[in-house]
């Protein structure tokens, strides 16, 4: 028990040294972890109902009372804010992950497998490759008779697995015939064994890496639906405060406070995740591997 | 000559052919839709016929590009060839199914040439090495306790240090001990080595190949060993079969393919080295099987072969 | 193959969609219509039912057979919220606005973000790197159609050096009039800026990265041996090598660059087929929806052959069927 603890404890702060060298990914987790709390914190920091009756005069530049100002009808813009990183963070990540699985498994499956399975399955990630994302996101939303968070975040996974898997598939297929893995296979290791076993940790660093980017686009995905008004159920996202700062006259007014902050937050986080990356190639490349 | 020399073929190749097809310099962008991408075939193996027997240690040489690793790939049941068979233990190797496939398995192993190819740098050492027991049905205990003993007797000492490793902390040569740990901790009927120190500092080639023969004689295991290099086949085999362009042209004893090589691609093959044949050690005498099973071995011209036998086992490539 | 693929792909995903709807989508709409104060024929109804292909007593090969047939007749359906114009009348009175939009922010981000991208990977001191790289990540990281929100808010609103909305100002006629192309610059600058910023950050990193695999390449390293400069190798063999993989990233980008500009357009009020898909949406009219997804799709696989033969024109190793 105590040995595990120290382990845990050892690898945390050689996770933290590396991100410590890399200054580059050490500013992407300072963001990451800025946003993650204010979106886990929210109920705590948000002092108003974000969507309820208004709670303050409306048109407010920001103030000690409304940090971000208010909107139309008085809505604190701070609280609006802070629900909607929890919206953005909570559909980008479960889309990430999803995509993660997705393309981890088929990729790696099919590149090492090879042959007609293979070939059929690249045919088909080239399509969805080639279709265009968000006019597709938006016909899957408008025509699917269900709707919420849940089901934004599945169409974004059915509509960008294919990118993900298309990159582990390379890698995968780049290994095949690698001494390594024949010995393996020699030894009795199946398909799934070899992939996931051998292949896999090889290619740690480009999955994670797959993640981030996959996270930005869902999180990008999410807030262009929101702000297209097909938004997820009765939330307040950062897409929706765009949505309702375009259509109630913000630009006219010249209220920057009610656009500056949604925007900046999108850009800031999908920088940060990216950012992260830097830090990926020295925790998972078992050349340079501290875990 | 022994009885009846393929009751005891571990391996056997007949009729193999393998071809590749090439795609010609495939552009880099390649979700392009419509390339065309010319493509060449290359005949890696051709009419193959070769056995490896019971105990035997045998060599196959020849040039680069000659078909020797794929070869190896044919017995190791990687590369299903477009024609031929290839059976071990009389079973078709493609055909075989749960506990012949898995008696297959552990029994047949390959040392690369690669050591930097040949050991997941993604995993330790220990992972590497128990590897090889992975069909063997033995408690953890007791395959850490298997892995301690063969990392010691390939001479990665102190085993501890080496257990918690990968391979980029290690030397060519000890990634190589490591390599040939894996292949023979299963204690395997047939090793099958493709180059195994072609790629290593000649300072330690030796201890590799006399850490292979040690290896191999402790469990009389049956080695196939695949090399540019005759001087290094006559010192670790006893019967030799020459490559060249997927054909093998000269079989025999290799004390005799060296003394009086009768194909000219193996003269040629000598020739690259022409200083080292004369000393070594002789290897023991063994049966040779000839080249296409059944055929007649009275030293006439044999018509169905394609091969002139020129007795004692010695056949040549008809030129 | 796989541009056929695509666009079998994009005809069954319109097919089926309007067919997973609970309900009777073309009722719901004939209903609406009637209750809008549009007067509809028995006729017409029908025409409409023909439009979508759409009969649930059909088996649904035939519903498909007629779907096609309409497809091939260019009918994708009447639109419901600007009945009763058809959906291809719709589309093909904006799609110019966008392919003017987007070609141009296309070539205006990646022409100059390869070079930048090229000679940025010659430039390779950590210093440099540790401004440039953070910078362009952070570049194209920015949501365009917030960009187009900032400059809207800036440059439209409070310095009124560019207009609010629109494509042209309705002071001018169109026609080749040297007013009317002006004023169609001038409102094209702030949509195709928000478009080329975010875009181009992508095409510099790519580049670079590109490049710095291929300057890494063994015929570099002899070039670098022969004693060849820097700059001459980045210009000359490296540039040419990594140009190829760039276009092919081009290519790929192309979907984002629509999807983007579904939001540009909607942020500027610019009357080309991403606002009309914003307007569909917010109006739930299918038809319209269903017939710019098959316009976009179109549109992505006319410039994946552009690509292509942009590709065949520079790698002489390629030839084209
Ligand atoms: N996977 C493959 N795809 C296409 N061609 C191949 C493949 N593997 C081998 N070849 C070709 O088959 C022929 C034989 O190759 P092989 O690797 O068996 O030669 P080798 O005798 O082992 O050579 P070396 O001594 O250089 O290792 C060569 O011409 C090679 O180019
Ligand atoms: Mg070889």
């Known amino acids: 028990m105590g040995g595990t603890a120290m382990a845990l404890l050892y690898s945390f702060r050689s996770v933290m040294a590396v991100f410590w060298r890399n200054k580059k990914s050490l500013v992407g987790l300072i963001i990451v972890i800025t946003f993650v709390l204010i979106a886990v914190l929210a109920p705590y920091e948000s002092p108003y109902n974000p969507t309820g009756f208004s709670t303050g005069p409306a048109w407010q530049p920001p103030s000690l009372a409304h940090p971000m100002g208010t909107d139309y009808v008085g809505h604190d813009l701070w609280s609006q804010f802070v629900w909607g990183a929890r919206i953005s963070l909570e559909v980008g990540f479960l889309a990430g992950a999803m995509v993660q699985i997705l393309g981890n498994t088929l990729g790696i499956l099919s590149g090492y497998i090879g042959g007609k399975v293979d070939d059929g399955l690249m045919r088909i990630v080239d399509i969805f490759l080639t279709l265009p994302t968000l006019p ?61 076993s051998e292949i896999f940790p090889n290619i740690l660093s480009l999955a994670m890496a797959g993640m981030m980017y996959s996270i930005v686009a869902a999180i990008g995905a999410e807030a262009a639906l929101d702000f297209l008004g097909l938004a997820s159920g009765n939330t307040v996202s950062w897409g929706t405060m765009l949505y309702w700062a375009q259509s109630e006259g913000a630009i006219i007014n010249g209220t920057w406070w009610w656009i500056v902050p949604p925007g900046l937050a999108l850009a800031l986080i999908g920088f940060g995740l990216v950012m992260m990356n830097y830090a990926f190639d020295e925790l998972f490349n078992p050349r340079l591997r501290v875990l | 000559m022994v009885g009846s020399p393929w009751s005891h073929e571990v391996l056997k190749a007949q009729g193999v052919n393998v071809v590749f ?85 552990i029994n047949v192993q390959p040392i690369f040439q690669d050591p930097y190819n040949s050991l997941n740098p993604a995993r330790k050492i220990s992972h590497s090495v128990q590897l090889g027991l992975f069909l063997h049905e033995m408690s953890k205990e007791q395959k850490e306790e298997r892995v301690a003993r063969t990392l010691e007797m390939v001479g990665l000492t102190p085993v501890d240090l080496f257990l918690d490793k990968y391979p980029h902390q290690l030397s060519g040569g000890q990634r190589q001990r490591a390599a040939i740990a894996r292949a023979f901790i299963g204690q395997p009927k047939v090793i099958i080595a493709d180059e195994p120190v072609s790629m290593l500092d000649a300072s330690v080639r030796a201890d590799i190949l006399n850490l292979i023969l040690k290896m191999k004689q402790s469990k009389n295991t049956t080695f196939l060993y695949i090399t540019h290099d005759l001087a290094t086949a006559r010192y670790l085999t006893e019967r ?43 290897a023991p005498d063994r049966p040779v099987v000839p080249p296409r099973f059944g055929v007649d071995s009275d030293g006439e011209k044999d018509e169905t072969s394609g091969y002139v036998d020129l007795g004692n086992g010695h056949y040549v490539k008809r030129g | ?39 509809l024929s028995p006729e017409a109804i029908k025409g409409m039912y023909a439009l979508y292909g759409y009969n649930p007593n059909l088996p649904i090969y035939v519903q498909f057979y007629d779907y096609i047939v309409q497809l091939l007749h260019g009918n994708l359906g009447v639109s419901y919220i600007f009945f009763p114009q058809s959906v291809s009348y719709l589309i093909a009175q904006r ?26 990977a010659g430039k390779r001191n950590a210093k440099f790197d540790s401004i440039f790289t953070p910078l362009l990540n952070f570049i194209s990281s920015i949501p365009n159609f917030w960009l187009g929100f900032l400059f809207l808010i800036f440059f439209a609103a409070d310095l009124k050096i560019f207009p609010l909305f629109g494509a042209y100002s309705n002071t001018v006629t169109p026609g080749a009039n040297l007013a009317f192309i002006l004023s169609v610059l001038h409102h094209a600058i702030l949509p195709i800026l928000s478009l080329a910023i975010v875009a181009m950050g992508g095409y510099v990193i790519h580049m670079r990265n590109t490049m710095v695999g291929v300057m890494g390449d063994d015929f570099v390293l002899v070039a670098r041996a022969k004693g060849l400069s820097n700059r001459r190798i980045v210009r000359t063999y490296a540039g040419a090598n990594a140009l190829l993989p760039n276009i092919t990233m081009l290519a790929i980008s192309m979907g984002a660059v629509f999807g ?62």
């Open chain 3, 95 to 120: 799609l110019p606005w966008t392919i003017f939009l987007v070609s141009i922010a296309v070539a205006v981000s990646w022409i100059p973000g390869t070079f930048i991208g090229m000679f940025a």
């Open chain 1, 136 to 196: 597709l996101i938006i016909l899957l939303i408008v025509f699917l008779p269900f709707h919420g968070p849940l089901v934004v975040t599945l169409v974004i996974v059915i509509t960008s697995w294919a990118g993900h898997t298309r990159n582990m598939r390379a890698q995968s297929y780049s290994y095949r015939e690698r001494d390594f893995i024949l010995a393996a296979k020699a030894s009795g290791y199946g398909s799934l064994r070899i992939s996931f």
């Open chain 3, 260 to 321: 983007g500009n579904i939001l540009v357009e909607t942020i500027f009020t610019y009357p080309g087929i991403g606002y009309l898909s914003a307007v569909a949406v917010s109006g739930e009219d299918y038809s319209l929806i269903l017939g710019i997804f098959l316009i976009f799709t179109i549109a992505i696989l006319v410039a994946n052959l552009m690509a292509d033969l942009l590709y065949a024109w520079l790698d002489p190793r390629v030839s084209l069927i």
């Open chain 2, 21 to 105: 097809r090439m795609r010609s310099s495939a552009p880099k962008g390649d979700h392009l839709a419509s390339v065309a991408r010319e493509s060449f075939y290359v005949k890696a193996l051709r009419n193959v016929d070769f056995q490896v027997l019971e105990g035997e240690s045998v060599s196959l040489v020849g040039g680069s590009g000659s078909g020797k690793s794929t070869l190896a790939k044919v017995f190791l049941g990687f590369l299903r060839p477009k024609e031929g068979s290839v059976a071990y233990l009389g079973n078709d190797i493609y055909r075989l199914k749960g506990r012949r496939m898995r008696e297959f398995r």
């Open chain 2, 240 to 282: 030799m079969a020459v490559m060249e362009q997927g054909e093998i042209v000269e079989l025999g004893k290799t004390e005799d393919i060296i003394e009086s090589p009768a194909h000219e691609y193996t003269m040629r093959l000598m020739n690259a080295v022409p200083d080292i044949w004369h000393h070594g050690s002789r």
């Open chain 3, 1 to 39: 193959m796989l541009l056929t693929g695509t666009f079998v792909a994009a005809l069954l995903i319109d097919f089926t969609l309007p067919r997973l709807m609970p309900g009777n989508p073309v009722q719901t709409e004939v209903t609406n219509l009637i209750a809008a104060g549009f007067t």
